[in-house]
Nanobody, 115 residues
Framework: QVQLVESGGGLVQPGGSLRLSCAAS????????WAWYRQAPGQEREFVAG???????KYVDSVKGRFTISRGAARNNLYLQMNSLLPEDTAVYYC?????????WGQGTQVTVSS
């Protein structure tokens, strides 16, 4: 099993930046796919960015060029660098880790983009 804890959310003005972190514990060696999702009020949870074991990344079109997903050197941390934030980026952001046995989710961290 994998346990995930997100941090780094907060209130930021449009155009600002935030860096989200996801700390993993447990069977981290079994993780072969990491991802960030987000859920805005009244909307379904949506994929934001993904990172697979070979280092390949994927982003939803709305964040391309603004967000960057990465892993820490210790390999038990996942990050999401968010630049040029827009009000429509406001959501709860969730970390997801996928192993051969299933997926684990964090509890989420709130990001609010507002002036």
């Amino acid at each position: 099993q994998v346990q995930l804890v997100e941090s780094g959310g907060g209130l930021v003005q449009p155009g600002g930046s935030l860096r989200l972190s996801c700390a993993a514990s447990g069977s981290i060696y079994s993780i072969n796919h990491w991802a960030w999702y987000r859920q805005a009020p009244g909307q379904e949870r949506e994929f934001v960015a993904g990172l697979i074991a070979n280092g390949s990344t994927k982003y939803v079109d709305s964040v391309k060029g603004r967000f960057t997903i990465s892993r820490g050197a210790a390999r038990n941390n996942l990050y999401l660098q968010m630049n040029s934030l827009l009000p429509e980026d406001t959501a709860v952001y969730y970390c997801k880790a996928i192993t051969a046995w299933g997926a684990s989710w964090g509890q989420g961290t709130q990001v609010t983009v507002s002036s």
